[in-house]
Nanobody, 113 residues
Framework: QVQLLESGGGLVQPGGSLTLSCAAS????????IGWYRQAPGNQRDLVEV?????LTTHAESVEGRFNISSDMKTVNLRMNMMKPEDTAVYYC?????????WGQGTQVTVSS
């Protein structure tokens, strides 16, 4: 079992910044990738950015140049800059590995003036 504790969501104005954090605990030795997904109302859950234990990152084209992920494979931070209203969504932390696929409960991010 892996437990994921997310923090950092909230309301931010367009053009502003926000940092999401996620801390993993429990059976974390097998984590191969950790990262963030998001789901806006009426939409499917989509990739935002993930990082592997080897340091490789994958991100959505829509966050190119604006979001940055960092992780030690026990915690993961997502620094979100130049935020846009279309970034509004529930953001979910995810960890994957051998026999692992766990999700956090989600944290709401709202970009609005």
């Amino acid at each position: 079992q892996v437990q994921l504790l997310e923090s950092g969501g909230g309301l931010v104005q367009p053009g502003g910044s926000l940092t999401l954090s996620c801390a993993a605990s429990g059976n974390i030795l097998g984590i191969a990738a950790i990262g963030w997904y998001r789901q806006a109302p009426g939409n499917q859950r989509d990739l935002v950015e993930v990082i592997t234990s080897g340091g490789l990152t994958t991100h959505a084209e829509s966050v190119e140049g604006r979001f940055n992920i960092s992780s030690d494979m026990k915690t993961v931070n997502l620094r979100m800059n130049m935020m846009k209203p279309e970034d509004t969504a529930v953001y979910y932390c995810n960890v994957r590995g051998c026999g692992l696929d766990y999700w956090g409960q989600g944290t709401q991010v709202t970009v609005s003036s």
